[in-house]
């Protein structure tokens, strides 16, 4: 009896100290805390142990300080400035400077003139471009994806940089844990590693139940960056694989959007990867951010924007909703998963509302069920709203991008979606260019023909199981 009565005893305990602790978290929505007191009070044991696992965005006590120690040492290593500085600087409208604004406050980066990009036609055209820029290399190759399999893409781009390591380039490869397990494990990791190509993981996942108290589990490294010789880079939302994507070949193809940069945005996501690296790692390349910079050419304005659980609470959806509100005439945006907090939900009606043509692009189909129903339950407050919602048919659009009024582009690999605002390593390039930007509307306009419009009353004639299913998908959207 004194046993039963202790073990009940210390159930109550823990049931309080979680609930204080949801309370009492700093950087918590209340929409968060609400949804996290209901499930700890109506399913104790498992809500206890999901919180335990999930509940926080813990990176772990080691981990951070040596990604704290990482960035000290990366501050000290400034590189040196082009002879002619004044072509650096960056000449931005004075409509526009706070959104550049927004951006330096998140990574600190200031935004840079010089740059020029193309928009490569496909994945497929994507691949090849990196392969050709990596066998064209002379000093450095640079690589991090979340995913990259051992198809055609993944091992092409694996052959180059053994090509590359054999004929001396320096060569740094890096995947997530989780996204890239299989790689890890393959022949052709071995054969990379063989070759002299320095490999890294971020964010080891062993041993998850007994780290589980002392860092969060599912926090993951989403990048996808690659740097050649300090002047060519990418940015977009393709991982290092083929587009039919066979882990998931039912939802096949992924549709992805990529743009290779030359300039000085390329020291830039120069510096994003370094500190993942050195993080990860522990080998100290601050010499090779010492070299200095070039002196750019004509080119357009850019900003590398990092976001992670390492970096300010809400930086990517507060990046997100600058833009957003800063629209006048049109705003066009393509992300397969929505999960968006009440804030950003209300940026994106408000836009519809004062009068700019507002249009949304997500996938008809989703590899992920459960963001499919969570995303159309906002569908009808956008709808009432004025924003177009397309839902584009033929696979699943994977690209995330934003471009505003003709003249600023957004690309990368966030999401708009919990994940990617709280959770994720995300690595995006906001640019102020009209000629840029008309490419990157050109091929959203290419999305929204190759989708079906939603319509109001489409939305109204979903069956009430359907609508329950969705709203209650939403309502755990906190905590997923």
Same mark, same amino acid.
């Given at each position: 009896?004194?046993?039963?009565?202790?073990?009940?005893?210390?159930?109550?305990?823990?049931?309080?100290?979680?609930?204080?602790?949801?309370?009492?978290?700093?950087?918590?929505?209340?929409?968060?805390?609400?949804?996290?007191?209901?499930?700890?009070?109506?399913?104790?044991?498992?809500? @206890? #142990?999901? !919180? *335990?696992?999930?509940?926080?965005? &813990?990176?772990? %006590?080691?981990?951070?300080?040596?990604? =704290? +120690?990482?960035?000290?040492?990366?501050?000290?290593?400034?590189?040196?400035?082009?002879?002619?500085?004044?072509?650096?600087?960056?000449?931005?409208?004075?409509?526009?400077?706070?959104?550049?604004?927004?951006?330096?406050?998140?990574?600190?980066?200031?935004?840079?003139?010089?740059?020029?990009?193309?928009?490569?036609?496909?994945?497929?055209?994507?691949?090849?471009?990196?392969?050709?820029?990596?066998?064209?290399?002379?000093?450095?190759?640079? @690589? #991090?994806? !979340? *995913?990259?399999?051992?198809?055609? &893409?993944?091992? %092409?781009?694996?052959?180059?940089?053994? =090509? +590359?390591?054999?004929?001396?380039?320096?060569?740094?490869?890096?995947?997530?844990?989780?996204?890239?397990?299989?790689?890890?494990?393959?022949?052709?990791?071995?054969?990379?590693?063989?070759?002299?190509?320095?490999?890294?993981?971020?964010?080891?996942?062993?041993?998850?139940?007994?780290?589980?108290?002392?860092?969060?589990?599912?926090?993951?490294?989403?990048?996808?960056?690659?740097?050649?010789?300090?002047?060519?880079?990418?940015?977009?939302?393709?991982?290092?694989?083929?587009?039919?994507?066979?882990?998931?070949?039912?939802?096949?193809?992924?549709?992805?959007?990529?743009?290779?940069?030359?300039?000085?945005?390329?020291?830039?996501?120069?510096?994003?990867?370094?500190?993942?690296?050195?993080?990860?790692?522990?080998?100290?390349?601050?010499?090779?951010?010492?070299?200095?910079?070039?002196?750019?050419?004509?080119?357009?304005?850019?900003?590398?924007?990092?976001?992670?659980?390492?970096?300010?609470?809400?930086?990517?959806?507060?990046?997100?909703?600058?833009?957003?509100?800063?629209?006048?005439?049109?705003?066009?945006?393509?992300?397969?998963?929505?999960?968006?907090?009440?804030?950003?939900?209300?940026?994106?009606?408000?836009?519809?509302?004062?009068?700019?043509?507002?249009?949304?692009?997500?996938?008809?189909?989703?590899?992920?069920?459960?963001?499919?129903?969570?995303?159309?339950?906002?569908?009808?407050?956008?709808?009432?709203?004025?924003?177009?919602?397309?839902?584009?048919?033929?696979?699943?659009?994977?690209?995330?991008?934003?471009?505003?009024?003709?003249?600023?582009?957004?690309?990368?690999?966030?999401?708009?979606?919990?994940?990617?605002?709280?959770?994720?390593?995300?690595?995006?390039?906001?640019?102020?260019?009209?000629?840029?930007?008309?490419?990157?509307?050109?091929?959203?306009?290419?999305?929204?023909?190759?989708?079906?419009?939603?319509?109001?009353?489409?939305?109204?004639?979903?069956?009430?199981?359907?609508?329950?299913?969705?709203?209650?998908?939403?309502?755990?959207?906190?905590?997923?």
């Amino acid at each position: 009896m004194a046993f039963t009565n202790l073990t009940i005893a210390a159930g109550v305990a823990l049931h309080v100290a979680v609930l204080a602790r949801v309370m009492l978290r700093p950087h918590r929505e209340p929409a968060s805390r609400i949804a996290w007191v209901a499930v700890v009070l109506a399913v104790p044991l498992i809500g @206890v #142990l999901a !919180y *335990i696992l999930f509940g926080e965005v &813990n990176i772990g %006590r080691k981990r951070a300080e040596r990604v =704290r +120690a990482v960035e000290r040492r990366m501050l000290q290593a400034a590189p040196s400035p082009p002879a002619d500085l004044a072509n650096l600087r960056a000449e931005i409208p004075d409509r526009w400077a706070h959104l550049f604004r927004v951006g330096r406050s998140i990574s600190g980066f200031e935004p840079v003139a010089g740059s020029s990009a193309q928009l490569t036609p496909d994945s497929n055209a994507a691949i090849a471009s990196i392969v050709a820029d990596i066998d064209a290399a002379e000093e450095h190759v640079h @690589v #991090l994806f !979340y *995913i990259w399999l051992t198809d055609g &893409n993944g091992c %092409r781009v694996a052959d180059a940089l053994i =090509r +590359a390591a054999a004929r001396g380039v320096t060569c740094r490869a890096m995947v997530d844990n989780l996204g890239s397990r299989g790689l890890i494990k393959s022949v052709q990791w071995k054969a990379m590693q063989a070759a002299g190509v320095k490999l890294g993981v971020a964010l080891g996942i062993s041993h998850p139940l007994l780290r589980a108290p002392f860092r969060r589990v599912d926090l993951r490294n989403h990048r996808k960056i690659i740097v050649i010789d300090n002047a060519i880079t990418y940015c977009g939302s393709q991982n290092c694989a083929d587009p039919e994507f066979r882990v998931k070949a039912k939802f096949a193809p992924w549709v992805d959007a990529v743009m290779r940069l030359e300039g000085p945005i390329a020291q830039q996501n120069q510096r994003l990867f370094a500190m993942d690296w050195m993080s990860a790692t522990g080998e100290d390349i601050n010499e090779l951010l010492q070299q200095p910079l070039r002196a750019p050419k004509p080119g357009f304005v850019a900003q590398v924007i990092g976001t992670g659980p390492t970096v300010r609470y809400s930086a990517m959806p507060e990046m997100f909703e600058a833009l957003i509100y800063a629209a006048r005439r049109e705003l066009i945006i393509s992300t397969p998963y929505y999960v968006p907090d009440e804030s950003l939900q209300n940026a994106l009606c408000s836009s519809a509302y004062r009068g700019v043509k507002t249009t949304i692009i997500f996938p008809a189909r989703n590899d992920s069920w459960i963001v499919a129903g969570a995303s159309r339950s906002y569908y009808a407050d956008l709808l009432e709203a004025g924003v177009n919602i397309h839902e584009y048919v033929g696979g699943l659009l994977h690209t995330k991008s934003l471009t505003l009024d003709g003249e600023i582009t957004l690309i990368g690999s966030a999401n708009m979606d919990r994940r990617s605002f709280d959770l994720n390593y995300e690595n995006n390039i906001l640019l102020y260019d009209p000629a840029m930007t008309a490419a990157m509307q050109e091929r959203q306009r290419q999305y929204i023909a190759r989708s079906r419009p939603v319509t109001r009353e489409m939305v109204r004639d979903w069956s009430l199981p359907r609508r329950f299913w969705n709203n209650t998908l939403a309502m755990l959207g906190p905590i997923l």
